[in-house]
């Protein structure tokens, strides 16, 4: 029987800075083509343990994945000691991932990223961006702190080229700067200057802190975006990834098995 | 199959079934209970059935043999990982009905639930269940409210009485181990506990999730996880890597049993926590027991063996909990 929680070891590939606190991880990985977007890997450290991260980026014909990793906890910090050319230790994907093949195909794509949240959803842009059209229009919602924490600049820079993007901090720090064109508040605050008109073509992603996700999913209520047309991505504490140790469990629901991405419908239910 | 025998041969049956499983059923470890001078009853191999303790509540569950409370995953180095050597010998198991009924619970996570684990099925392949028959039960068992007085799927089924053993022998692989007189017999079965009550069928989240009930629990519960760990249908586990101190180099991935009563159960990198007074916890616990665990498996998860209100350092009851929660909900419970 295949022992589900095996991790195989790949090679690190190169490592980079994105902000203070926030490094890309590129690593070998030969699975890439079983990966949809919004799923996650666990990362394993011999020694240390296991952290699920979501899976920021890949590339199958290439053969490799990014992740975005903050030193938050203890597999990260000994992550981040780490050098390109090092072995790490894989399992997965898990999660179900965004439905874009189901449900956004063809359809007006609202994206609304917060911080870290970004992540999850890199992928699924740049997918839609460069390499086919295959939503009737992209609109993005990004928000950071302040703009030290904005990550993955030159790709918003491409990004902005051919798509509505509203780029926002919390709040304007004396001395920002950022030639990305950038908007102060929370995105709850921007959702109108988004393309609202034909409601009964939008699909809205939100990823982002719970509190975010929160009041975002509220404020598209609020214009009219029926439930179903809304999907989260739920950050739970993952530890088998596979239904078993109980822990990201809410209610009747695994968030590994069934999430981390859920439709609102669903999302609003899953009280904790 | 259905006969009797006396216990001498019994035993004997037992010292040959021992070449081929080890065999488990609850034995008294005197002196070893959690407060001064009280005694300790849990699973542990034992040869005879003099050493089977069946008249008072083992007060750990037979899960300890499915589920070992550490568990080694992998052994590593640097380089590679590798998984532990199988067990070779069957294991025997000595249980009650309510205990028998856990298992299924034990089956529906680690082997149904989208993934099977290949630790759990390995050691699952190998056990054999034998079912003692149990008539009265003890003060904190609710089995026949929950529905697990009855026994299911088990390999052999025997009722201990004072001078002689009545076996149901289902199990083709044990049949010829025991000789006996043909006698007919059915298994005893509890038909009335001291306590009864009723669960409602299915509770919704949002009912329960604001009521005040949970609010007692703030201040009683300790959030020691007692519970959880005597629990026979408590299934949550976290890994654990440790390193040899010998060897820094080396080491293992275990799992380990874990609480959704203890901090850091749901604890994320960053700080962020769900369900941090303990009300909130127990809340959690009791809809996994009698609520989202039927939604999602079709029958309740908690089978009555009362074990959480006798290891409770605060005599939280469980049961007069589900009889809060159905009184609160409009049933008749109180």
């Known amino acids: 029987m295949n022992n589900i929680y095996m991790p195989s070891p790949y090679k690190i590939l190169d490592i980079q800075q994105v902000t203070n606190i926030e490094w890309l991880f590129k690593v070998e990985f030969d699975r890439a083509d079983e990966i949809n977007y919004g799923q996650f890997i666990q990362i394993s450290i011999p020694k240390v343990g296991e952290a699920p991260i979501s899976v920021t980026e890949f590339n199958v014909e290439e053969g490799w994945i990014e992740f975005l990793i903050r030193k938050v906890g203890k597999v990260t910090d000994v992550l981040f000691d780490l050098k390109a050319g090092d072995t790490l230790f894989l399992r997965g994907p898990y999660g179900n991932g965004f439905p874009f093949d189901e449900k956004y195909k063809d359809k007006h794509l609202v994206i609304v990223a917060g911080g870290s949240g970004c992540g999850p959803v890199r992928s699924m842009i740049n997918a839609v961006h460069k390499k086919f059209k295959s939503v009737k229009k992209m609109e993005l919602i990004l928000g950071f702190k302040d703009t030290n924490c904005i990550i993955f600049k030159d790709e918003i820079t491409s990004w902005q080229e051919e798509n509505n993007l509203v780029l926002t901090v919390d709040k304007m720090c004396e001395g920002d700067t950022c030639d990305l064109g950038i908007n102060e508040g929370l995105v709850t605050q921007h959702v109108d200057k988004l393309d609202l008109s034909n409601i009964d073509d939008l699909e809205v992603v939100i990823v982002g802190p719970p509190m975010m996700m929160k009041f975002a999913a509220i404020e598209f209520e609020k214009h009219g975006v029926p439930e179903d047309k809304i999907w989260l991505s739920f950050e739970r504490k993952m530890s088998c990834a596979v239904g078993k140790c109980g822990h990201c469990k809410i209610d009747e629901t695994y968030v590994c098995l069934e999430g981390p991405v859920f439709n609102y419908t669903k999302g609003k239910k899953l009280l904790d | ?334």
């Not at chain 2, 007085?149 to 010829?176: F, S, T």
């Not at chain 2, 009723?198 to 300790?222: H, Q, S």
């Not at chain 2, 989202?292 to 939280?316: L, N, Q």
Request: glycine share 6%; aromatic share 12%; net charge negative.
């Open chain 2, 1 to 334: 199959m259905k006969i009797s025998m006396n216990k001498i041969n019994f035993n004997e049956s037992l010292k040959k079934l021992e070449k081929k499983y080890k065999i488990y059923a609850p034995k008294l470890f005197p002196f070893a209970g959690r407060c001064s001078d009280t005694d300790l009853v849990r699973y542990a191999e034992v040869s005879t059935i003099e050493e089977m303790v069946f008249d008072k509540k083992s007060n750990f569950s037979p899960k300890e043999i499915l589920l070992p409370q550490t568990e080694t995953m992998f052994y590593f180095t640097e380089k590679e990982y590798k998984e532990p050597d199988v067990e070779e010998k069957g294991t025997l198991v000595f249980l009650k009905s309510c205990d028998l009924h856990s298992v299924k619970r034990f089956d529906e996570i680690y082997l149904k639930n989208k993934f099977s684990d290949i630790y759990y099925s390995q050691r699952r392949d190998k056990i054999k269940f034998v079912v003692v028959g149990c008539k009265t039960g003890f003060d904190s068992c609710f089995c026949v409210s929950m529905g697990t007085n009855i026994p299911e799927d088990y390999h052999m089924g025997i009722n201990i009485r004072e001078d002689e053993v009545e076996l149901e022998i289902l199990d083709e692989g044990l049949k010829a181990n025991f000789q006996g007189q043909d006698k007919e017999f059915e298994i005893d079965k509890v038909v009335i506990n001291k306590i009864e009550l009723k669960v409602p069928d299915e509770i919704n989240l949002e009912d329960v999730i604001n009521l005040d009930l949970w609010r007692e629990y703030d201040k009683r519960c300790v959030a020691c996880g007692k519970c959880n760990f005597v629990c026979p249908t408590c299934t949550c586990t976290t890994t654990q890597d440790i390193f040899y101190s010998e060897n820094e180099n080396t080491g293992e991935r275990r799992r380990v049993w874990a609480s959704c009563h203890v901090d850091g159960f749901t604890d994320m990198a960053g700080g962020h926590e769900f369900r941090k007074k303990h009300g909130d916890r127990m809340r959690f616990k009791t809809m996994h027991k009698i609520g989202d665990f039927k939604k999602r498996f079709g029958y309740h998860m908690c089978t009555g063996c009362g074990r959480c209100d006798d290891a409770c350092p605060e005599y939280i009851s469980f049961s007069n909990c589900i009889k809060k929660l159905t009184a609160a909900l409009g049933g008749e419970d109180e």
